[in-house]
């Protein structure tokens, strides 16, 4: 194996997590105690900090405070969502990446995130290589919906998780404080992956979560919802459904969108439709057709940013994430990511595998159809035993007068 | 002091907490082991329970199961809202529940709410008193909104600041990720009184929270509020608002019904509307209006019941004010509610002292003016020094397999 010395740079992208910070954090503190890594910068949101050349010398920042990155939510180095043209296309971006790189003397490029960022790794590895320019890229994986494919889950998935089955329970208990009839519809995120809401199916599970899960892998039959919220809600005066944002019909036609029908919908640079309201829209339908009280709750952020609820599993398993892929990177290692392979049979175990990043960016993994009931409103046992060993241990931040005490960077910009 | 030797009811009613179960522990921990109460009752439902002769059995509860009670949020034993009409006009209820005092040997009753509550425990003191049936009322307070007169503080606000602080602190974080701009209106729960709202001035005080904090307390502007959002967002390209679900304009008029103008707004048989959908409703105007990307985030229920996120000073005081109501009943004490007298000075400190009911009753508590800045969009120093002694400590409930393990009751219901 060949050492490779020079420096190195790690970025985040995409939509934050309560421990990509754990990550960034695990890849950050294994490169500065590297030999071989002359230099450690942080991207300033993501690659375009790099197309910027706007980058923060990560050896400035007190080590300390470096830690506390562990238990802080968000993406402390900013992210974007910016998605690299096809290089056969338009390769001024990557020209441009290329020059910086050579101008901090950058060996080793690791990026923090999801489908999207595997991609942008895949593409820079495959020009680097085309244009003879020696650079390990390694793809550190990062998403709260848990779709990216080859790894049993993605870390930021099972903190959400937490939290939404957590925040499931004590909803459920408020929800059954008075005894009149109540009907709630908890909106959960997941595009096409029904990952997140699905967690909520653990607290059903300790016999304190909705009675009903809707999730974008199955086509949703908006009158057969409505007879199931009746025919619970009739049985027990209480119902409480959780849905995806990414419901949609049997023609794949979101939800959101049918009842907007004819308004526009907002779409990110991805193209992704910006949705939101499905859960208060149902919630609103259920009152006028059933003429009982409802309301409609978005998790909305607090579901990828709550770190004071974050997984202890998780936090630790996204650190050796990004220690792992700065190990192998400096091993001689390129053009992976880091996955994780589980055992779930006498105990969990969790190990590290590498996976080919072509075969991982923009491959979607969704639930197994066998792991949703057979109505489609409900998750099977199978789901629970994969979820429930990710949730274990709280990893609560260090706490200063009753509030959790979140890093706090200097971000000194590299010259 | 004369021994009075019965049995107990302990009621709870309004809108549940985080912590209104450990002032339900306090009560009948204290009950349960008291020489001179008989038997300790749990009203389903509060008063209601009482009307129907739905009573619960507490001895009948496993030891360990009632402990948990401490770290489980919402009202265990059933909540109502339920208004006794004024005996002079109809004293149906009152002889009911006279009916029932007699039929158990109620000689003690401990009713756990907020201003409607204690206006009914005022109620049946006073009738009980001018029926010769001796029995001693005691409140015990609980409002998250904290806008109970003559205690510095009521238990389950403390909780309820402490998750608003974290949320904010942690949505500060994810708001920031991407370097392109961005409105985020949070909207929190507090109809006449800002105080929940005010808690995410503590985020603010860290570095981490709103830019601007919009109160019921204050007259609001709308073109004012527009002005104010657009300078800090043209200034940072960021903007954060917190909003109380009452703020409502010089005229005293509620702004989610000054833009819902015409439409029905639903109200509770108290006659308070039924809010929400403020914060999304300003967070679209602000997109129309300056043209950047908005979210509305609604705290909605998580604020009352996220017992995985309460503060240790406010269960332990939850649990001291029930304590105290059976302590002081016992000893001959009636028609009174539990207050807190704290110290600021040296050091925080927090002791009981006891508080006419009808003084109490019906009297809401507002954030004095001069809390508050001269615009009227943001907190002074005062309730930042107010408010960071509550909060302090984490009262995380035990875990089991990664989720909180809360008090199932058995509900037994007494013969």
């Known amino acids: 194996m060949k050492v490779l010395k020079g420096a190195c740079i790690i970025g985040q992208s995409g939509g934050p997590s309560s421990v990509i ?40 920042e007190d080590a300390e405070e470096l830690a506390l990155l562990k238990n802080t939510p968000s993406s402390a180095l900013g992210s974007c969502r910016y998605k690299l043209k096809d290089p056969d296309v338009d390769d001024t971006d990557y020209k441009r990446i290329l020059e910086i ?8 490029f690791f990026y923090n995130g999801g489908n999207d960022s595997m991609d942008t790794c895949n593409k820079i590895s495959k020009f680097m290589l085309k244009n003879g320019y020696e650079c390990r890229v390694m793809g550190i994986p990062k998403t709260i919906d848990n779709d990216l494919f080859g790894t049993d889950h993605c870390p930021g998935y099972s903190s959400a998780a937490k939290y939404i089955a957590t925040t499931a329970m004590e909803i459920y208990l408020d929800a059954r404080v008075y005894d009149t009839g109540m009907v709630t519809v908890l909106e959960i995120m997941g595009r096409h992956a029904g990952w997140l809401t699905a967690a909520s199916a653990i607290a059903t599970h300790y016999g304190m979560g909705p009675d009903l899960i809707y ?23 209480k119902c409480i459904v959780a849905v995806s944002e990414g419901i949609a019909d049997a023609d794949g036609k979101l939800m959101v969108e049918k009842f907007a029908e004819g308004a526009n919908v907002a779409r990110d640079s991805f193209g992704h439709a910006q949705l939101g309201g499905i859960g208060v829209t149902l919630a609103n339908n259920i009152k006028e057709r059933l003429g009982c009280k409802t309301r409609g709750i978005e998790f909305s952020l607090m579901q990828r940013c709550a770190a004071h609820s ?26 992976k990511m880091v996955g994780f392979k589980c055992n779930r049979e006498n105990g969990y175990t969790c190990e590290t595998e590498l996976l080919d990043l072509s075969e991982v960016a923009n491959t979607e993994k969704k639930i197994p159809r066998e792991w949703i009931n057979e109505e489609g409103n409900g998750l099977n046992k199978e789901f629970v035993d994969y979820a429930l060993p990710l949730i274990a241990g709280e990893a609560h931040p260090p706490y200063v007068n009753g509030l959790p005490r979140f890093a706090k960077l200097k971000k000194v910009v590299a010259k």
Request: charged fraction near 25%; glycine fraction near 8%.
């Open 21 to 60: 910070n754990a990550s960034a954090y695990g890849a950050i503190r294994t490169a500065l105690d590297s030999d071989v890594i002359t230099k450690v910068y942080g991207a300033a949101h993501g690659i375009k900090g790099v197309l910027d050349d706007v980058l923060y010398d990560m050896s400035a």
């Open 101 to 108: 790189f050579k101008k901090y003397d950058v060996r080793y």
């Open 310 to 335: 974050a997984s202890a599993t998780d936090v630790e398993e996204s650190f050796l994430a990004g220690k792992t892929a700065v190990e192998c990177a400096v091993n001689g290692i390129t053009d």
């Open 215 to 237: 999730l974008p892998e199955v086509p949703f039959d908006l009158e057969k919802f409505y007879a199931d919220v009746e025919r619970i809600y009739k049985a027990n005066g």
